[in-house]
């Protein structure tokens, strides 16, 4: 890719309820014409000056760029101008697969922070080789999911090696505690991926996959755990009930561990659960939120309950949490590892913000940042990578002193 391109960042769907709160973590951390070229994208030019009014005066100066998410033209006019794109523009299997093409064909990095694993799958398999031939570093997930868990699982082996000698070859992530909203850009999301499997079989197929995202030659191995309803965990002290970030956060750890060549063990296991405490009051509380996630998704699974979700109970798309709710939120998460020999280590990542947007607008600004201005080309070739392969050893420290996280060892 040539280096003499108009930005190092452009960032699509400014005017969206995640781009807006990008937008403006951008501002505050790089100004307009501070040490990132950046500039807004979107398909409406009033809408991004009023976004752009509404940032300041810092950001007074920042460019405006139109293109449309199905207009390939565009894209491709776009993404030829800048060294990244940064893209909030979901949900991605209807939105999202025009930008990822141009960047691939154009040899240009993208980041995102889409949990669609079906659609992941689709561009992995039918963009890979582009990006390869032309050096487009492509990296999805980088929100809540899945940064805390791949730079988690990534930062207890860390620890483990340091420790023991040797990796954790089975590890298990509990939420001790979080607080956060559901947006409508996700509400959308989730509508739209559970209403994919139900009409496709192969959609399904590759949805209950724990190994869909990894390279073809390791697309299956040892068989995953799965929390599907309440359970106790003796190590943890703690009742277990489902995660539903764990359909996404789960794929990403393998593929990351594909990825690096399988270091923790042919075997490793990995998988993801609430925790809701011990006793009879935890095992309530598991089974109070397995039943409400049980009957979510089958509410969504049919055409009349789902659009009743959509009316009646879901948030809009461009509707969020408030800035207070977000300023109140927080997530905590507790990595559990085992290594083969037995020896146990547990590490914590907390967030300050709601998990799903004041925490995630963080996040995924440092990991554009990371992309975009901080990545050797050489060290890191073309093709499709995770937050923990591409990203890790630039990105744990700026989120530690920009964006609230914690990452701490727990020696017992």
Request: one cysteine or more; proline letters at 6%; charged letters at 25%.
């Amino acid at each position: 890719m040539s280096q003499a391109r108009d930005y190092d960042l452009i960032l699509l769907g400014a005017t969206g309820f995640t781009g807006q709160l990008l937008a403006d973590y951008l501002v505050g951390r790089h100004g307009a014409n501070g040490d990132l070229r950046w500039a807004l994208a979107g398909r409406n030019r009033e809408k991004l000056e009023k976004v752009r009014a509404d940032l300041g005066d810092a950001a007074s100066d920042l460019p405006l760029l139109i293109a449309d998410s199905h207009d390939r033209e565009s894209l491709n006019a776009l993404v030829t101008r800048t060294k990244a794109v940064c893209t909030t523009v979901g949900p991605y299997a209807l939105h999202g697969s025009d930008l990822v093409a141009a960047c691939a064909a154009a040899g240009t990095d993208y980041c995102d922070l889409t949990g669609e694993v079906p659609w992941m799958r689709q561009m992995l398999d039918q963009h890979a080789a582009a990006a390869r031939e032309s050096g487009a570093r492509l990296v999805h997930c980088c929100g809540f999911d899945s940064i805390p868990s791949d730079l988690g699982v990534w930062y207890l082996q860390r620890q483990a090696m340091e420790r023991f000698g040797q990796p954790c070859t089975r590890v298990r992530m509990g939420v001790e505690r979080m607080r956060g909203t559901m947006s409508g850009g996700t509400a959308a999301s989730m509508l739209n991926i559970i209403k994919q499997t139900r009409r496709d079989p192969e959609v399904a197929r590759v949805a209950k996959n724990p190994y869909a995202l990894c390279p073809p030659e390791q697309r299956d191995g040892v068989r995953q755990p799965y929390v599907k309803g309440p359970e106790f965990d003796e190590g943890l002290n703690s009742w277990l009930a489902p995660f539903v970030m764990a359909a996404i956060n789960t794929r990403i750890v393998h593929r990351s561990h594909a990825l690096l060549g399988r270091p923790w063990g042919k075997d490793f296991i990995y998988d993801e659960a609430m925790m809701t405490g011990p006793g009879f009051a935890g095992r309530r509380r598991a089974w109070g939120w397995a039943l409400g996630l049980g009957g979510f998704a089958l509410g969504a699974s049919f055409g009349p309950t789902r659009s009743l979700l959509k009316k009646r109970v879901l948030p809009a798309p461009g509707e969020g949490p408030t800035p207070e709710q977000r300023e109140k939120g927080f997530f905590r998460l507790l990595f559990d590892g085992r290594t083969e020999s037995g020896e146990r280590l547990r590490v914590r990542v907390c967030g300050d913000r709601d998990p799903g947007y004041g925490s995630t607008a963080k996040m995924l600004g440092e990991a554009a940042f990371t992309l975009a201005t901080d990545l050797d080309r050489d060290a890191l070739p073309g093709g499709f990578w995770t937050p923990a392969t591409a990203l890790a050893d630039k990105l744990k420290p700026r989120l530690e002193a920009h964006a609230g996280l914690v990452f701490e060892r727990l020696d017992d």
